[in-house]
């Protein structure tokens, strides 16, 4: 392991907490973002907040995450470029992982620091880049065995990042050629990913026009040798823009509207009340455990459901949060103080959520029936209670 190393990581954003949880296990960490209402789910985890500049010159070693989601905007990342430029020290070593355009680590970002501290690049402090790839609690063990691409602004660097990451990522390292070459694998990974998912998307919608059950069609062509099987998101939300993909981000934009009518309509068709009905809507972080911020398609869906009149309760099975707290604007009610409602949308499947079986829906739904949504399809249709009417997305 190396030695003196304390990490400050820099915003608060949505990988923070699971880079802060994986440092810390081995080496000294802070974590620093200028908005002090970020501290509390840090303090939680027994993790150092600070919202004052001045400790940053305490650190030698940079992470810099980001602070704002859905992307990380030139602002946001420059305003921090310009925070810990004026506050680190000669020797400091800084390592970007937010996804941004090739070249904005050299272009912008390198720049900035040098204006704002008086050091040269390369000489007097250095720069890398990695792609963020942390996961949940729950995935630890598929994170210990992924590889870690990681670029330097040259050799030693890469070196010594390389060094820096290999205790929390026993996959191995990989050297990128280039920190521009990392920047684009990262936007490669997302976009390959995201247009698969907007496939899928498209094509569940036209399958449930039709009465055809999605997961039925995945398993059956998952029998085919060389099949990826990638399943539908409906309410998922997405890391950063990039140019050519904005067909693609404009139906994300609209995936929760898109649900939530589909849901008022069903509830119409069986004669349901809109007006006023009480509705559940359980999950509202992501399913993956890499943030504690809100899925935007499920802000979205929440949103929608209101316009329509219904009375609107969220919960989410990785936050212990009371009314009088909030994600992403919504407010969120304990598991246990929910109201019976008509209706239960199982938005973002947390593990609670699917271990929890049939009873939990049964009790959130008045006199044990009504309708269950379940976007992502993973409750067992064999075990469903008589009462419950069961739509899956």
């Given at each position: 392991m190396m030695e003196n190393v304390k990490i400050t990581i820099?915003?608060?954003?949505?990988?923070?907490?699971?880079?802060?949880?994986?440092f810390g296990a081995v080496y000294p960490v802070i974590v620093f973002d200028p908005d002090r209402s970020k501290r509390a789910r840090f303090d939680e985890k027994g993790i150092v907040f600070t919202d004052q500049a001045g400790e940053l010159a305490e650190t030698g070693i940079f992470l810099i995450t980001g602070s704002k989601?859905?992307?990380?905007?030139?602002?946001?990342?420059s305003e921090l470029c310009r925070i810990v430029g004026k506050q680190m020290k000669k020797g400091s070593v800084l390592i970007f992982e937010a996804p941004v355009y090739p070249?904005?680590?050299?272009?912008?970002?390198?720049?900035?620091?040098?204006?704002?501290?008086?050091?040269?690049?390369?000489?007097?402090?250095?720069v890398g880049f990695v792609p963020a790839r942390?996961?949940?609690?729950?995935?630890?063990?598929?994170?210990?065995?992924?590889?870690?691409?990681?670029?330097?602004?040259?050799?030693?660097?890469?070196?010594?990042?390389?060094?820096?990451f290999a205790p929390i990522h026993e996959g191995g390292i990989y050297k990128a050629k280039s920190i521009r070459v990392a920047e684009a694998a990262q936007l490669l990974e997302i976009a390959q990913k995201e247009v698969n998912i907007a496939l899928m998307n498209e094509v569940a919608l036209t399958l449930n026009q039709q009465g055809i059950d999605t997961h039925d069609v995945l398993e059956t062509a998952n029998t085919r040798r060389g099949f990826i099987k990638i399943?539908?998101?409906?309410?998922?939300?997405?890391?950063?823009?990039?140019?050519?993909?904005?067909?693609?981000w404009c139906k994300g934009e609209q995936k929760g509207r898109q649900v939530a009518q589909r849901v008022i309509k069903k509830l119409i068709q069986n004669e349901v009340i809109i007006h006023e009905a009480?509705?559940?809507?359980?999950?509202?972080?992501?399913?993956?455990?890499?943030?504690?911020?809100?899925?935007?398609?499920?802000?979205?869906?929440?949103?929608?459901?209101r316009e329509y009149g219904m009375d609107v309760q969220v919960a989410d099975a990785r936050l212990e949060l009371g009314q009088s707290e909030c994600a992403g604007g919504v407010?969120?009610?304990?598991?246990?103080e929910l109201l019976p409602a008509v209706s239960v949308i199982l938005a973002v499947p947390h593990e609670a959520y699917r271990k929890a079986g049939w009873k939990l829906y049964e009790r959130l739904?008045?006199?044990?029936?009504?309708?269950?949504?379940?976007?992502?399809?993973?409750?067992?249709?064999d075990e469903k209670p008589e009462k419950v009417t069961l739509w899956r997305m």
């Amino acid at each position: 392991m190396m030695e003196n190393v304390k990490i400050t990581i820099v915003g608060a954003g949505e990988n923070s907490l699971l880079a802060a949880t994986a440092f810390g296990a081995v080496y000294p960490v802070i974590v620093f973002d200028p908005d002090r209402s970020k501290r509390a789910r840090f303090d939680e985890k027994g993790i150092v907040f600070t919202d004052q500049a001045g400790e940053l010159a305490e650190t030698g070693i940079f992470l810099i995450t980001g602070s704002k989601r859905p992307a990380y905007t030139l602002d946001a990342l420059s305003e921090l470029c310009r925070i810990v430029g004026k506050q680190m020290k000669k020797g400091s070593v800084l390592i970007f992982e937010a996804p941004v355009y090739p070249g904005t680590t050299e272009e912008i970002c390198i720049p900035l620091l040098e204006q704002h501290s008086g050091f040269a690049a390369g000489k007097e402090f250095f720069v890398g880049f990695v792609p963020a790839r942390w996961q949940s609690s729950e995935a630890q063990g598929k994170l210990a065995k992924m590889r870690k691409v990681i670029a330097g602004q040259s050799g030693p660097v890469t070196d010594y990042l390389a060094d820096l990451f290999a205790p929390i990522h026993e996959g191995g390292i990989y050297k990128a050629k280039s920190i521009r070459v990392a920047e684009a694998a990262q936007l490669l990974e997302i976009a390959q990913k995201e247009v698969n998912i907007a496939l899928m998307n498209e094509v569940a919608l036209t399958l449930n026009q039709q009465g055809i059950d999605t997961h039925d069609v995945l398993e059956t062509a998952n029998t085919r040798r060389g099949f990826i099987k990638i399943e539908p998101d409906p309410l998922g939300d997405h890391p950063v823009p990039w140019h050519g993909m904005d067909q693609f981000w404009c139906k994300g934009e609209q995936k929760g509207r898109q649900v939530a009518q589909r849901v008022i309509k069903k509830l119409i068709q069986n004669e349901v009340i809109i007006h006023e009905a009480r509705i559940t809507v359980l999950g509202v972080t992501r399913e993956d455990g890499a943030s504690e911020e809100a899925e935007a398609g499920v802000i979205d869906l929440v949103s929608e459901l209101r316009e329509y009149g219904m009375d609107v309760q969220v919960a989410d099975a990785r936050l212990e949060l009371g009314q009088s707290e909030c994600a992403g604007g919504v407010l969120l009610t304990k598991q246990e103080e929910l109201l019976p409602a008509v209706s239960v949308i199982l938005a973002v499947p947390h593990e609670a959520y699917r271990k929890a079986g049939w009873k939990l829906y049964e009790r959130l739904l008045e006199g044990k029936a009504g309708y269950v949504f379940d976007v992502k399809s993973i409750l067992e249709r064999d075990e469903k209670p008589e009462k419950v009417t069961l739509w899956r997305m």
